[in-house]
């Protein structure tokens, strides 16, 4: 450690332990362990600020023993040490402030705070801070350090820079009828310079020639003078906010500028964050070496120290996370002890008969799925199970033995894929598996929203009358008109493609029917507990055997003719090809523009003599299932698509997955894509075509040519960008989280664990009322999303 980092590090400690009372308790082990362990060995005395350091850890001798009136004095002698000549210059920053006005309670409007009156309200309101408690939780954007100050002859063009100065003179020129030019002469020892503000109108004057201010500005110039535009400042005998600092920026609406929402900010959380209770047990707080809720919350505002704001979101993480997991162990505890499914025999001879006559071997990973599966079904508790399975993994056959053991039982079931062409994939998928049974095979039907009039109206009344035993379609299954005889087990593929709602309408179906969701959508575990907390897990880790790898080709711009060259060579082998248009982000309307003009391009000067065909996500459903099956049919050679190629969509003979752009997608979602090809008994191939030529870029598609395992991907995605929309989390209602993030995945299990200790001895938190409404108060957003 440098001498100057061990020195703000001692100061830091001190500076804790004046807020917090000097309990000795700023730094693990108390103050006087932390001289003696990293002070003493580190502070060699050559040099004058290491001769500072010892001379301060000098006066802190006999800290632990002696009264906290002793400590304060102990305590600032050292810190004025420390300090040295910063120290009579200008008040410390970084203590923390009383709030400069009367604070109301938590759950008082925001506009009974002094200063604020409706008309700021109204503009808090538009931040989502309508009470004072909003306020404590609306956590800074990002942070400016203003702590380092400088000189003004110090001072670079250019930069945001932080000075204390005195006001020499002060002086206003009219620019127009309305707009005022505002200028201020500052001076130190080392030099002047001026500050400038525009303003309409009315010029406050609230500085004087003789005042001492601190100010944080851009440094630009005039006439070749170096000047300070509109810089923040305020003056230096009162608290330091804004300046000298780690400074907390919110994001703002227009009207309400940062300064004034710190400085309503700050007194709300000066006031509250020493009252507040913590809600999490003493306990917790200790084992973990959390900070307390009151620090936190002040911390994460107003940080000390960088040091100090990691500590701050490492303790508000832990709460968001925490609480979502209790909240889902304790849902899912109500949801065990809930009854009222049908307790299926699972030992029916045509199950049995049904899995012994597949055309194929089960895998490891299918047989203890399906394991897993009949566990459920033979129980009065409704199944709420989570299938997650790679592309290709085999989960059509699952799902079809749960439905077989419905059948076999003498009830009906259902399946729901969120596409046409899905669910008649699955209708033929699905009624050869179930042929196997002869004579005795259910009967097995299909409905979507092509098929009307009297078709589907007596498809609906064989449905109601029980005559049909597997329902397989679309959204179409959940339309008024649908009537089960007796619906016993859904299941619903490529479950994030439906919304919350549709999967209750499909369940709603049924007497508390056993669900089964599926999703291709590779999750990893810690996660996927977090998301669908609710809802137990089985993964199809483990692919059919004898598929063909699929070769992996990270590519260069250069490389483009060379791929385009290599799709064309095997589309004259008769194979089929897909084109993935780059993504783009501002909005689907101009992504299909791109994607438009891409696939003119390349039908007009690449592929002159292909049959390209083209999808995006502008085009109505039945023109994009119209597509897909022109594709299917080997009518289309090629087809170039933005994002929106149908996950699951099976067509044998395409063997080339051509991405452009490809840096710019999710590993995971290269994947997916991938996935789209080698689905015959032909070799297939993924060229990503990247238009960066950053090293990152490379690297990251190299982990995909490497890499042929979902789970793994996924988890190196969000290591390295987050979740997204990719994984159908808005981050708004389902989950929440201001602090911590789903990446995580330490912080998660911790939680986790710690959560199911805590229910284990308590199911209820009956010991710990505040933190058990916390997560009621979150199980709500959490179930109007889920
Ligand atoms: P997905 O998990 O993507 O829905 P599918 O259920 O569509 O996968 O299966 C992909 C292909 O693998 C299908 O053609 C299916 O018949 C075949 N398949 C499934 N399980 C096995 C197995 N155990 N052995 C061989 N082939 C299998
Ligand atoms: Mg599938």
């Not at 040295?84 to 410390?92: D, E, I, R």
């Not at 006005?101 to 700021?120: A, C, F, T, Y």
């Not at 299932?625 to 044998?652: H, K, W, Y």
């Not at 395409?654 to 997608?665: H, N, P, Q, S, Y």
Request: glycine letters at 6%; proline letters at 4%.
């Amino acid at each position: 450690m440098k001498t100057e980092e061990l020195a703000a590090k001692l100061k830091n400690i001190l500076l804790l332990e004046q807020r917090r009372g000097y309990n000795n308790k700023a730094v693990l082990g108390g103050v006087e362990a932390f001289i003696q362990k990293t002070v003493l060995p580190q502070a060699s005395d050559d040099d004058p600020q290491a001769k500072r350091i010892l001379k301060a850890s000098e006066k802190l001798l006999g800290y632990s023993t002696c009264a906290p009136e002793e400590r304060s004095t102990k305590v600032k002698e050292a810190l004025d040490l420390l300090d040295g000549k910063a120290s009579s210059v200008f008040p410390l920053p970084n203590i923390r402030q009383a709030p400069s006005r009367s604070v109301p309670d938590l759950e008082k409007p925001i506009s009974s705070m002094p200063g604020v009156g409706q008309r700021r309200a109204a503009l808090f309101g538009r931040l989502g801070i309508h009470l004072i408690r909003d306020a404590l939780e609306y956590y800074p954007r990002e942070y400016h350090d203003r702590s380092n100050l400088r000189k003004i002859a110090e001072l670079q063009f250019g930069n945001t820079e932080t000075f204390i100065a005195k006001v020499k003179e002060v002086s206003v020129r009219k620019l127009s009828n309305n707009l005022n030019l505002l200028t201020a002469r500052l001076q130190d020892e080392t030099g002047f310079i001026d500050a400038t503000w525009f303003s309409r109108g009315f010029v406050r004057r609230d500085l004087e020639p003789g005042m001492e201010i601190i100010v944080t500005g851009k440094v630009g110039q005039f006439l070749g003078k170096l000047k300070v535009e509109s810089p923040e400042y305020e003056h230096l005998d009162k608290s330091l906010l804004h300046s000298g600092r780690i400074v907390p920026i919110y994001r703002s609406t227009e009207g309400l500028n940062n300064k004034l929402l710190r400085s309503v900010i700050h007194d709300i959380v000066a006031y509250h964050s020493v009252r507040i209770e913590d809600h999490l047990p003493q306990h917790l707080i200790d084992e973990l070496s959390l900070l307390d809720l009151g620090d936190a919350l002040y911390q994460i505002h107003f940080p000390d120290s960088w040091d100090q704001l990691e500590a701050a979101r490492r303790r508000l993480a832990f709460d968001e996370f925490l609480e979502i997991q209790l909240g889902a162990l304790m849902k899912q505890a109500v949801r065990r002890r809930s009854k009222g499914a049908l307790a299926l025999d699972v030992r029916k001879p045509q199950i049995g008969e049904f899995l012994t006559n597949l055309p194929f071997r089960l895998t490891g990973a299918q047989e203890r799925v399906i394991q897993e599966i009949m566990h459920d079904l033979e129980s009065d508790v409704p199944m709420n199970r989570l299938l997650q399975g790679d592309v290709g993994s085999g989960k059509t056959v699952v799902a079809a033995s749960a439905l077989i053991t419905a059948f076999a039982n003498g009830y009906q079931g259902a399946i729901m894929a969120p596409t046409e062409i899905l669910a008649e994939q699955h209708y033929k998928g699905i009624s050869r598996l179930v042929s196997v049974l002869g004579e005795d095979a259910p009967k097995v039907s299909l409905l979507t929203g092509s098929i009307k009039g009297k078709e589907r109206d007596d498809l609906y009344q064989a449905v109601e009358q029980g005559e049909i035993d597997i329902l397989i379609g679309t959204h179409a299954l959940i339309q008024e008109g649908v009537r089960f005889n007796n619906l016993a087990v859904c299941v619903v593929d490529e479950q994030h493609r439906f919304g919350v709602e549709q999967r209750a309408a499909l369940r709603a179906k049924g007497v508390n029917p056993h669900l089964l969701v599926m999703t291709a959508t590779p999750i990893p575990r810690s996660l996927a507990l977090t998301i669908y907390g609710d809802l137990d897990l089985s993964v199809l880790d483990e692919m059919p055997p004898g598929r063909q790898p699929i070769q992996t080709f990270a590519l260069t711009p250069e490389q483009r003719s060379w791929a385009y060259n290599f799709l064309r060579e095997e589309v004259e082998r008769g194979r089929q090809a897909y084109i993935i248009c780059p993504l783009v982000e501002e909005s689907e309307k101009i992504e299909a523009k791109a994607a438009i003009e891409e696939y003119e391009r390349l039908q007009k000067y690449v592929f002159p003599d292909l049959r390209l065909g083209l999808l995006h996500g502008r085009m109505k459903p039945r023109e994009k299932d119209e597509v897909m099956e022109r594709f299917r049919l080997g009518e289309l050679q090629v087809l170039v698509s933005t994002a929106v190629v149908e996950v699951g969509i099976d067509v044998p003979n395409a063997t080339v997955m051509l991405i452009e752009g490809a840096d710019r997608f999710g590993l995971a979602q290269l994947h997916q894509f991938r996935g789209r090809v080698g689905r015959g008994t032909e070799k297939s191939y993924c060229l990503l075509l990247s238009d960066s030529p950053s090293e990152d870029a490379r690297k990251r598609l190299e982990i995909v040519q490497e890499c042929s395992d979902g789970f793994v991907l996924a988890e190196e995605d969000l290591k390295m960008r987050g979740p997204g929309e990719f994984y159908g989390i808005r981050q708004s209602g389902q989950i929440n989280l201001k602090v911590a993030k789903l990446s995580d995945f330490g912080l998660l299990e911790e939680t986790r664990k710690i959560a199911a200790e805590l229910l284990e001895d308590d199911p209820d938190l009956r010991h710990y009322p505040k933190l058990r409404s916390r997560v009621v108060e979150r199980m709500k957003t959490l179930s109007e999303a889920n």
